[in-house]
């Protein structure tokens, strides 16, 4: 019998986002190759819930597609979405879609979201549209919320700047292969683990041991270079003498940041979203513990009907038992997000 299934990485579009035509732009190929994508994206009821049942989902917890909205764009999205929540609170929760390239205005969001409208947390893009990480001093300031409010960000893949994609991701080969590996085949899940290793280099999590960050797509990567990483961080050290311009500084630079495998085990939480190979399980299921492991669809962009053959092969694997299956599948994310998963299949 299958577990009841709690999704988080799963998308809608704002009014604002769905007639916007640089989103629409990014988007080309996936209107191309999957079929109602826009009415999947923009549809908060009715058939959001059909496709759930679909694949068994007792409850999602519903965030923004990427695409970078304003901070009253974000705040008409957030809105919407909470009226959603409202209209089906036993079935959905929400994260807040935050302006991240205003540090000020994404901490104050979130803070209203969380205290407000009762979100459990923040989805956001990997990067601002000019290229900026989240690791820089200004983004301090929202972490501390997130870390204040005990509320989890998700970092997830957005598009490549302009200069990514040039630099990186064209060459001899076709338009359409290069958005692809730009993007959803390679690009967008490098990119977040490269983020991740920044925020853990810049000391962040030594700040605020508290915070909790998840990241999707069975870790962007990571689990498969995490003893490489883990082995090669104990080197990293605190900013050096010649970057600081105050002597006492220089004389007593901080502490070099906690070793990655540390704030792996400590801070990160990672899930399976629209990835449906049992094969990465193997390799997760030894180096990362059994309750920072979560189920997620990546819905619309995947199908909760794939996910669900996805929980039976693991389930008849021989890789977990009867129990770790249940905590990969709701139990971990009822106790990290406070919410509950009745069993309705």
């Known amino acids: 019998m299958d577990p009841p299934l709690i999704t988080l990485e799963e998308h809608f579009f704002s009014s604002a986002a769905s007639t916007s035509e640089t989103i629409s732009t990014q988007y080309s190929e996936q209107f191309k190759h999957i079929p109602n994508l826009l009415d999947k994206l923009t549809d908060l009821s009715t058939l959001r819930l059909s496709q759930m049942d679909l694949g068994h989902v007792s409850f999602q917890i519903i965030s923004h597609a990427p695409g970078s909205l304003t901070a009253s764009e974000c705040q008409s999205a957030n809105d919407q979405l909470f009226s959603a929540i409202r209209a089906h609170p036993d079935r959905f929760a929400g994260f807040a879609v935050l302006p991240m390239s205003d540090p000020v205005a994404c901490a104050a969001e979130l803070t209203r979201c969380v205290t407000e409208l009762g979100f459990v947390g923040a989805l956001v893009d990997n990067h601002t549209p000019s290229g900026g990480y989240y690791d820089d001093e200004a983004y301090l300031p929202f972490w501390t919320a997130a870390s204040d409010l005990d509320v989890p960000i998700y970092l997830h893949p957005t598009w490549p700047t302009a200069t990514q994609l040039s630099t990186l991701y064209t060459g001899n080969f076709s338009r359409s292969a290069s958005k692809s590996i730009s993007a959803s085949a390679f690009g967008w899940h490098s990119d977040v683990a490269t983020h991740v290793l920044r925020l853990v280099a810049s000391g962040l999590f030594d700040r605020l041991p508290a ?135």
């Open 211 to 345: 915070l909790k960050v998840v990241i999707g797509h069975m870790g962007e990567m990571l689990p498969f270079m995490l003893g490489r990483i883990a082995q090669l961080s104990v080197r990293w050290t605190a900013a050096g003498p010649e970057e600081k311009d105050d002597d006492d500084a220089a004389d007593h630079p901080p502490p070099p940041p906690t070793p990655f495998k540390d704030v792996w085990d400590r801070n990160i939480w990672i899930t399976t979203s629209g990835n449906w190979s049992v094969d990465p399980m193997a390799t997760i299921l030894r180096n990362t513990k059994m309750d920072r492991i979560l189920y997620s669809v990546d819905y619309p962009f995947a199908k909760n009907e794939d996910g669900l053959e996805f929980v039976r092969d693991l389930a008849t694997s021989g890789l977990v038992t009867e129990d770790q299956l249940e905590m990969i599948a709701f139990r971990n994310a009822e106790k990290l997000f406070g919410v509950k998963a009745v069993k309705r299949f």
